[in-house]
């Protein structure tokens, strides 16, 4: 640490913080608006809760906060936005789905099967089962896998590629209007820490002034390192997955063993929801581990500029945190149930028996996944975004309550630095940045397994953006004021979270989802989907018969355990519709990205305009810089002003009264002779 920083960590300072403007509350008799101060604006137009329907001040907070928390409240409000016609469209998919329930062929097929089908075992001390016993799970699955849902993932892909579109838009307008187009290439200065830490320094070829350097070899072994502690990490992670995937087995099989009918027609349910909740906790856990690792190696690298420190920071801790929170739905999603085997020759992992999907299927379970994780977090979030500061603010003001004390005795105020100084030291945005962008892919790397996500997302989304506003206008310190240009690498993590959208999307269709059986059994058959229970189950060899009980599995095979035929035909009919579904979604996203010009026509003849005027300007001060010089060159100049002749007449300059004439600080030092002192002994 260096600066200000240091001064506090070494106790010579207690905080350094700016000021806020007064209190944030007005004051209690009816005043005309424009004698508020800007702190008391935002408090009366944003951040309270009445204000959730009203558009954000963007300007007011800019102007308060700098631009990077200005972008940051831009995007949330644009994104908020953007999820109401997502949300509205996943709710009707989802009535769709309860309609389905009450009609479709299938579902009322295996509700009135009573004893038809019986099912082998789901686990090596499980019993045979009926398949009528699952007739609520099923119908509860059709919410989630029915053909809507095909359409819906077709509409979140092109969402989320013209949301990042009119979102480019909407950062050019802004970056525009507040002036900072080109902060990072031009105005950025190096960071103190890099300036004070840097080995060597170099000349600046665009300013000449002298800046620190830091070898870009070393940088990329300190890198290469940093990676390495993000593999070991990941496979901890996987650890901890692969620990809770037996977790589930083994209570499967306790719960099993119990002599409660409740429990053990439930064993898998509880076990499914128990292991999403202990997925919760660790998730949690290594999230705050991994996050303070990343800190000490993004610092060790030393990136010269703040953006690049925070985009190598983000970066590092979003790959852990995108394994962390995905992994447990990936697995879900696209590998519990495909490696278990069939009746008799069944796989298994560290002498367990291999994971089986649960009696109402896999996507049932990604869903309920899906709500744990992400409601979950939602909920565990708001919650502590609304008490935690509550709480720190409480126990703040409680240790300066003697100072209050004696400020009430005396019938004084507390100093405005004393009474900012109760307040909590604003954490940045990291967090809330990492909060929405998660929630963003789970929105629409999963969304075919739930239509109401975005609906959650919205309505999160509402709370948050009043939550954020109470905790920088009553609950935090100022924060210094820091300049940007756009919300920096985020951006480019949505853009890369699109594309892994279109691909998860397309094989959970394709492969989790019943939409695409359901679909060739139409073909193959009259058109009805009368029977089509029948065609999924396939009959257990009569090797694993058990006291003469010939049971069902779900399957294409015959009775040798051999695939039929359709699973051949089912496997083409899937690879080919990712292939088509990944080619069309792709390429209407290129169409999009090609009709929506990144920046406004408006802003664009803004920029030329200024770009014109700045080289009319130039060329008319160096015009008129030439002139000048031409007249001059007539009339005898000071001795002073010849100073690249200044050896031959140092002494007349010497004994010119003139003042030398002002230097740029920011241009390289004059070529001085050393003075006496500093010279080596001959």
């Keep these: 640490e260096v600066g200000i920083d240091r001064l506090i960590s070494e106790k010579v300072f207690t905080a350094a913080y700016p000021l806020h403007d007064g209190p944030f509350e007005a004051p209690s008799s009816t005043v005309d608006p424009e004698s508020l101060s800007l702190r008391q604006i935002l408090y009366q137009y944003w951040a309270r809760w009445a204000c959730w329907k009203k558009y954000q001040p963007l300007d007011h907070i800019r102007e308060y906060y700098g631009e990077k928390i200005a972008l940051y409240f831009a995007w949330l409000g644009f994104y908020t936005g953007w999820l109401l016609p997502a949300a509205v469209v996943g709710t009707l998919v989802f009535f769709f789905g309860i309609w389905l329930m009450l009609v479709d062929i299938p579902a009322k097929e295996i509700c009135e099967s009573e004893n038809r089908y019986i099912m082998c075992p789901l686990c090596n001390i499980c019993s045979h089962w009926n398949l009528s016993s699952i007739c609520i799970t099923f119908k509860a699955g059709l919410l989630f896998d029915n053909g809507g849902t095909v359409f819906f993932s077709i509409f979140m892909s092109l969402w989320a590629v013209t949301f990042l579109e009119y979102w480019k838009r909407t950062n050019s307008v802004l970056a525009h209007r507040w002036d900072c187009s080109e902060f990072e290439e031009i105005e950025e200065r190096p960071r103190p820490e890099f300036t004070a830490m840097a080995p060597m320094t170099v000349r600046n070829p665009v300013t000449g002034a002298e800046e620190p350097y830091f070898p870009k070899t070393l940088r990329f072994n300190r890198t290469l390192t940093g990676f390495m502690v993000i593999i070991i990490m990941v496979t901890v992670v996987l650890m901890f997955l692969i620990a809770i995937i037996l977790y589930r087995t083994i209570l499967s099989i306790v719960i099993s063993r119990s002599q409660n009918a409740f429990f053990i027609f439930s064993a898998g349910r509880i076990a499914s929801l128990t292991g999403s909740v202990l997925n919760l906790l660790v998730i949690l856990l290594l999230s705050r581990v991994y996050t303070l690792l990343a800190q000490i190696l993004t610092r060790w690298e030393m990136h010269r500029t703040q953006t690049k420190y925070e985009d190598a920071f983000i970066l590092k801790v979003f790959v852990f945190q995108f394994i962390n929170f995905y992994s447990s739905p990936v697995y879900i999603a696209f590998f519990k149930g495909r490696f278990v085997g069939y009746p008799g020759n069944y796989h298994t992992l560290l002498g367990i028996r291999n994971e089986d999907c649960g009696a109402g299927g896999c996507l049932i379970e990604l869903a309920q996944e899906l709500l744990v994780i992400m409601v979950g977090k939602q909920l565990i979030n708001n919650i502590q975004e609304f008490i935690c500061p509550k709480v720190k603010s409480w126990w703040q003001k409680r240790k300066f309550q003697s100072k209050q004390e004696e400020a009430r005795k005396t019938d004084m105020q507390l100093p405005p630095w004393e009474a900012n100084h109760q307040l909590l030291v604003c954490e940045g945005l990291f967090d809330e940045y990492l909060e929405m962008v998660l929630q963003f892919g789970f929105i629409t790397i999963f969304v075919a397994a ?32 820091e300049r940007a240009q ?197």
């Design 486 to 682: 756009d919300i920096g690498i985020w951006f480019n993590i949505m853009h890369v979270i699109t594309h892994l959208a279109v691909v998860s999307n397309a094989f959970m269709i394709a492969f989790t989802s019943d939409f695409l059986p359901r679909l060739y059994y139409r073909y193959t058959t009259e058109g009805s989907l009368r029977g089509y229970i029948n065609f999924t189950l396939a009959f257990a060899p009569e090797s694993y018969t058990q006291n003469n009980t010939m049971c069902r599995y779900r399957g294409f095979r015959d009775h040798k355990g051999h695939y039929l035929p359709e699973y051949f035909n089912l496997l083409a009919i899937r690879l080919g519709f990712i292939i088509i579904f990944e080619h069309v979604v792709f390429f209407i996203a290129r169409l999009i990205d090609m009709m929506v010009p990144d920046i406004p026509e408006e802003v664009e003849i803004k920029i030329k305009r200024e770009h014109y005027m700045a080289k009319e300007a130039l060329a008319e001060n160096q015009s008129l810089g030439q002139k000048v010089f031409l007249e001059d060159t007539d009339q005898p100049l000071p001795e002073l002003r010849h100073r690249h002749n200044f050896q031959g007449k140092t002494h007349s300059a010497r004994n010119n009264d003139s003042l030398p004439l002002p230097r740029d600080t920011d241009s390289p030092p004059p070529m001085l002779t050393p003075i006496p002192e500093d010279k080596h002994p001959s």
């Design 450 to 481: 739930c239509p109401l996500a975005p609906l959650f997302a919205l309505l999160n989304n509402w709370v948050e953006v009043r939550l954020d506003a109470q905790k920088f206008v009553c609950e935090y310190r100022r924060p210094v004021v």
